[in-house]
């Protein structure tokens, strides 16, 4: 009934006919349409479509059989809804507005975003912080009692201002990288269907589908809204996203035709008429009952810092208390002295206020140490890079899905990739057909009988489609289908629609990767046909006997049988993958005692070799990885003889290379024992003939052995696969849905070289990571010893309150950002990769951490305790020309961060820009410091000498750094072994 209401609302000017639908209400329900049928003007369309869709979706929710009979099936509720089964809807502006008005959009509202305040909020829960803050309100409080509002503020207050650009930056970082992943998110959940409008199939977003829409259906797609099946063969849907049950549901035009958004084709094919869209469907019922997650995303590397960062900041407290417990023994003793050099605790003559204010003061110095030594920069940094990572792969055709990937990518040691669309462009051409023993590779002069029987077998033996109009032919399908129907048509003068017309099909056998084959069942002129097409010598080994160009049959005996094997490896050797059909005449009882095909006894009608060229670049590609040390495996399902020339094309393979263990066929794998499987994976190149157990099984072994492995894929078969991998990379174009939900990294232009720019960004990502590492700890451990030293010696700290927030601020926040967006160098490439097992923290990095931090921790002293007497300056001189040496010391090792083993750290440098222009800032912003903001900042002005002074205690880093890095290290660790442990891996 509401599929009548439909039909009248998106065309009101055709007459009606009630009498095939009315329910048993009919009067009233007679009355309510004439009502609206007669208003013309439809000034209630909104009424209606409610109702239309309250009736249409509960349908098909609630699988109401009795009701979708009495609107005479699927193709009654299509009639209504004014689509044809065959040529869809019109598709036009007018006609998808209509529609979109009326029943609305394929669209689901995402969950609101995280606000900026929401990072506020959350920067402001840091208990340091919080003390930081309580410190600043009572130093401020009693600075303005003492020293009145004009001066008593600059203690309290720069300790507030610092604070407060500490949050600000840190709630900017993080509110940007919310919104780039929530902007990746939106990106990786719009993917295209294909649907039938004016007779033409089309690829559009899943956003644009809507009600009445014809979408086609074959393994391995995301049904995009809820529906009806109209027609199909043994089409099977995957309903666990819905129900929570694994098993599969078989979807059939009278016992079962529901079709629900979200869940998956398993096997078969069809179409279905969409009859609910967006929040109207059953998912869009689950997503507005589902509240989003308040936990993020939180990748292997952000865990394991995270962890670092937490015993880094114990240790810092620790220090903190120490100095803390000193600094109050000092005060209490009477064993500190203010600037005059009068002694600033004298028992009860001391006023209360001055011993709270004295206390605040060595309270807010001890947090601040805590603030200094925790490494908040180390999640910023993964953030920073990952982001920058995630959006400068994105423009290089790779779409992150899940930001474990990007890390985990720079770790791999080995990429299981298959063929197809990969290693070659995907654009199949038939180029040689072979009937009998007569090939052809251009104009066919065969007998008719054997040209009518291919045109059967080419035209209803597909998933694929041909529009044609008075200009041009279009073909739909996958690659494979194309090339054959544009040669069924070119050459043989096919018309597909006059085949369709002259057979009824039966039954069906959809194609899949196990039997490597599909058959079809028809019915022509009172006899039964069956048609076999797939990998030659499968359909070959079903064969009993052959055509001849006359359309003669012969027989196959051992010999022949032995000539067209030598053909088909003939086509193989040349990269041509080798497409064999077979028919032969059927007895319809067989399907229905047995409900399957006959696979006994065929004919051979002839084979077809397509060409699928190898992609440009992709030699190189491969090259580039086995550089890199990272091992390429071919998976294929192709035969053993086109799989070795495809492997040697690309660079898989060598000519000349013994190819004992390097090439074997899934069967000889699979028949492997567990002890044998592991013994030779890692010998193995190529696997031909593979099953997506087999796949499963070579990643398996691997793991096990210990490698990180990537797996690239594109079908629903391979999900396993790509789920058991570390790195799951699917195609983007010529990917299912299941593979780029079970994937990590889309590859948008299913090229390989764009899997070896993934696995630079990885390696780029875990490098810079390091880099910010290094620098850090250095910053860390200088800080610490120096002010533990000078407060367990001197009784104070050289570094106040402020000027280690400001080191903090610049360090962390600026520190990361610049280290952090440094781009993948071809260095790189020349090393082995990390693997699982490699210590996160270097050899390397420690050299060059302690050798720095020594030489800061030694200087710093140095000015602490003779900078007075060696330069002939003042105390507060002497303090500011400590804090001033500390910054450019930790300015110039910036430049040493840049490259970890690497002598000359300059290379590459006017590649980035930002680096160049984040180091400028940091000195703008501290002379800014030292020269204008000296009461904030408590420090004092610095002339031309003293500034030389301290940039060339921090320009001497370099040549130390340069020094350092010939010293050679041990490959086990030697520093930290037992305390960093458990940070090891990949």
């Known amino acids: 009934m509401s599929a009548i209401i439909t039909g009248l609302l998106l065309h009101h000017h055709e007459p009606m006919h009630f009498h095939a639908s009315i329910t048993p209400n009919k009067k009233k329900w007679h009355k309510a349409f004439a009502a609206i049928y007669c208003s013309r003007a439809f000034l209630s369309t909104t009424a209606v479509a409610v109702v239309v869709d309250h009736h249409l979706s509960h349908l098909v929710k609630n699988k109401n059989l009795l009701q979708l009979s009495l609107l005479k099936g699927p193709h009654g509720v299509a009639a209504a809804l004014k689509t044809n089964p065959l040529h869809g809807i019109t598709g036009d502006d007018q006609d998808l507005a209509a529609r979109k008005t009326a029943f609305g959009t394929n669209t689901y509202p995402f969950p609101p975003s995280k606000t900026f305040l929401h990072f506020v909020i959350e920067a402001f829960k840091d208990p340091t912080i919080l003390i930081l803050l309580a410190c600043a309100a009572l130093s401020l409080g009693f600075g303005i009692k003492e020293h009145g509002i004009k001066e008593g503020w600059y203690d309290g207050g720069s300790i507030f201002v610092a604070v407060f650009l500490v949050i600000s930056v840190s709630a900017v970082s993080n509110f940007r990288q919310s919104r780039q992943f929530d902007k990746l998110s939106k990106i990786s959940s719009n993917v295209l269907i294909e649907v039938v409008r004016s007779g033409r199939r089309q690829e559009v977003s899943i956003y644009d589908v809507v009600v009445g829409d014809v979408v086609c259906l074959n393994i391995g797609d995301q049904v995009p809204a809820d529906g009806l099946f109209i027609e199909g063969h043994s089409l099977q849907v995957d309903e666990s996203s819905m129900t929570g049950e694994s098993d599969i549901v078989d979807v059939d035009i009278r016992a079962n035709p529901f079709l629900f958004s979200g869940t998956k084709v398993a096997d078969g094919y069809g179409k279905m008429v969409v009859t609910s869209v967006g929040m109207d469907t059953l998912w869009g019922e689950m997503m507005s009952r589902i509240s989003k997650d308040d936990t993020d995303e939180e990748t292997p590397l952000q865990s394991r810092l995270n962890k670092l960062t937490s015993s880094i900041g114990k240790l810092g407290l620790a220090v903190a208390f120490l100095v803390l417990v000193v600094l109050m023994i000092r005060y209490f003793t009477g064993n500190t002295e203010d600037e005059n050099g009068v002694r600033e605790f004298n028992g009860k003559r001391t006023k209360a206020d001055d011993v709270i204010n004295s206390v605040v003061g ?11 030594a925790i490494p908040e920069g180390l ?32 770790s791999a040691t080995t990429i299981c990739t298959d063929k197809t669309g990969t290693l070659t462009m995907n654009k199949m051409m038939v180029t040689k057909f072979w009937l009998g023993k007569e090939c052809f590779e251009e104009g066919m002069n065969v007998g008719r009988s054997v040209v009518e029987l291919l045109r059967e077998g080419v035209g209803l033996n597909t998933t694929g ?28 003068g096919m018309d597909m629609e006059e085949v369709k017309r002259g057979c009824e099909i039966l039954h069906v056998e959809a194609f899949n990767s196990e039997k490597k084959r599909s058959g079809v069942l028809v019915k022509r002129d009172h006899e039964f046909h069956v048609h076999w097409k797939g990998a030659a010598e499968m359909i070959l080994a079903m064969c009993s006997h052959y055509y001849d160009l006359e359309g003669n049959k012969k027989g196959l005996d051992d010999e022949e049988r032995l000539q067209f094997n030598h053909i088909i490896q003939g086509m193989a050797a040349s990269s041509l993958r080798c497409i064999a059909f077979a028919h032969k005449q059927s007895d319809e009882m067989n399907l229905e005692t047995e409900k399957k095909i006959e696979e006994d006894g065929m004919i051979l009608l002839g084979l077809v070799g397509i060409k699928d060229p190898c992609r440009p670049g992709v030699k ?54 567990d002890e044998e499987r592991m013994e030779r994976v890692e010998a193995i190149r190529v696997m031909a003939r593979s099953s997506p157990l087999d796949k499963l099984l070579m990643v398996q072994c691997l793991k096990r052995l210990g490698h990180v492995v990537a797996v690239t894929g594109d079908g629903t078969n391979d999900a396993p696969a790509l789920k058991e991998a570390d790195i799951g990379l699917s195609m983007g174009i010529q990917g299912t849905e299941v593979a780029k939900e079970s994937s990590d990294i889309v590859i948008m232009d299913d090229n390989f070289a764009s899997v070896v720019t993934v696995l630079k960004w990885g390696r780029c990502v875990y490098n810079n990571i390091q880099k910010f590492i290094q620098f850090q700890l250095t910053v860390n451990v200088a800080a610490l010893t120096v002010n533990f030293v000078a407060a367990v010696s001197a009784g ?20 990361a950002l610049a280290l952090a967006t440094e781009r993948p160098a071809r260095e790189l490439m020349e090393k082995r990769p990390v693997g699982r097992h490699e210590a996160l923290i270097s050899n390397v990095m420690w050299r060059n951490v302690m050798a720095q931090a020594v030489y800061q921790i030694v200087v710093l002293l140095v000015l602490q305790f003779g900078g007075e007497g060696v330069f002939g300056v003042s105390e507060k001189v002497k303090n500011t020309l400590v804090f001033n040496a500390f910054v450019m010391c930790q300015v110039f090792n910036e430049f040493n961060a840049r490259k970890l083993e690497k002598r000359n750290v300059f290379e590459g440098l006017h590649k980035n820009k930002l680096f160049v222009g984040i180091v400028g800032v940091t000195v703008v912003l501290q002379v800014v410091m030292v020269e204008l903001l000296n009461k904030f900042a408590d420090t004092e002005r610095l002339n031309l000498g003293e500034w030389g002074i301290c940039v060339g205690i921090g320009a001497l880093s370099w040549p130390l750094a340069w020094l350092v890095k010939l010293i050679p290290v041990p490959q086990r660790p030697f520093f930290g072994y037992v305390c960093f442990k458990r940070w090891r891996g990949a």
């Open 362 to 372: 060595i309270v807010a110095a001890a947090v601040t140490i805590v603030v200094v």
């Open 379 to 410: 999640p910023l940094a993964v953030t920073l890079t990952l982001a920058y990572s995630m959006k400068r792969m994105m423009a290089d055709q790779s779409m992150v899905r899940k930001l474990s990937a990007c890390e985990t990518m720079g």
């Open 465 to 492: 489609g041909v529009y044609a109009s008075d200009e041009w032919v279009e073909f739909s399908g996958s690659p494979t289908e194309k090339a054959i129907l544009s040669w069924a048509v070119a050459e043989m």
């Open 620 to 673: 190189k590609a491969v090259e580039d990885c086995q550089y890199a040390g990272v091992d390429v495996k071919m998976i294929t399902g192709d035969n053993v003889f086109t799989a070795k020339a495809i492997a040697v094309e690309c660079g898989i393979l060598r000519l000349g290379q013994d190819l004992d263990g390097c090439v074997v066929e899934g069967a000889e794998f699979r028949s492997y024992t």
């Open 796 to 815: 104070e700290v050289p570094l106040t309150a402020v000027q280690l927030l400001w080191v903090n601020l610049i360090m962390d926040t600026l520190g």
